[in-house]
């Protein structure tokens, strides 16, 4: 091999390794956010409703600190670049589209869009070719937010039951059927995307199943009753 071929080829290879650690760093310090988020909505599950506000307040502060990280890893990533790095921090994506779509949902009962979330980060469309939100990516993180509502074995519900709110189930069941009857208009080629949207099948038949049982002893909101649950 030619040796200034080689010494290229190193040179080439160092500058990578060093991108992809400040890449990790940037990555790593939304990871920390991320987590202190992820701790704070462990806590829809004991909260009444009335208040759900003021948990959810509580995350912003974390919410706004990632948004430096994104901002340095579109200044970082070399131009038209996006696809070659991303794995490097698309977990990291993922968890923050779940984050603001759960909090959008607990707020306003609506679908967060990309725009949405995007705008939420700081994410300049000038970017889009270095870091943006992957459609992959949000689909990835509105799927765990209905596995979150649902909660293995629709826990949410089951709470929200306990701490007195009969209406919360059918709520979540009004969203859940939305997203996924949106998501069977889509022809999903990624496998692991795929799998994780039959998922969906059972974390709706688990919201169905606590819904049931509420309209069965009259406990859902005025005009549900068992007669209409058999319909």
Not at 126 to 155: C, K, M, P
Not at 159 to 172: D, R, Y
């Amino acid at each position: 091999m030619d040796p200034k071929e080689l010494e290229i080829i190193m040179e080439t290879l160092e500058e990578e390794s060093i991108l992809k650690e400040k890449i990790r760093d940037a990555a790593s310090d939304m990871e920390k956010s991320i987590r202190v988020m992820m701790a704070t909505l462990t806590g829809i599950h004991s909260t009444r409703r009335d208040q759900l506000d003021v948990l959810l307040n509580s995350t912003e502060q974390a919410r706004e600190s990632c948004k430096k990280p994104l901002a340095t890893i579109a200044q970082i990533v070399p131009k038209h670049q996006y696809w070659r790095w991303k794995d490097l921090y698309a977990r990291h994506i993922q968890n923050l589209v779940f984050i603001i779509v759960l909090s959008d949902y607990l707020r306003s009962g609506k679908l967060s869009s990309i725009q949405d979330i995007s705008d939420c980060l700081g994410l300049n469309p000038e970017w889009h070719n270095e870091v943006h939100i992957q459609t992959e990516d949000y689909l990835q993180g509105i799927i765990s937010v209905i596995n979150e509502l649902a909660s293995f074995s629709s826990r949410f519900a089951i709470n929200s039951v306990t701490l007195g709110n009969f209406e919360e189930p059918f709520k979540i069941q009004r969203f859940a059927s939305d997203v996924f009857a949106g998501f069977s208009m889509l022809s999903l080629k990624n496998d692991a995307l795929r799998r994780r949207f039959d998922s969906l099948k059972y974390d709706l038949k688990r919201i169905e199943e606590v819904v049931y049982d509420l309209r069965v002893r009259n406990l859902g909101p005025a005009g549900q009753s068992q007669g209409q649950s058999q319909e």
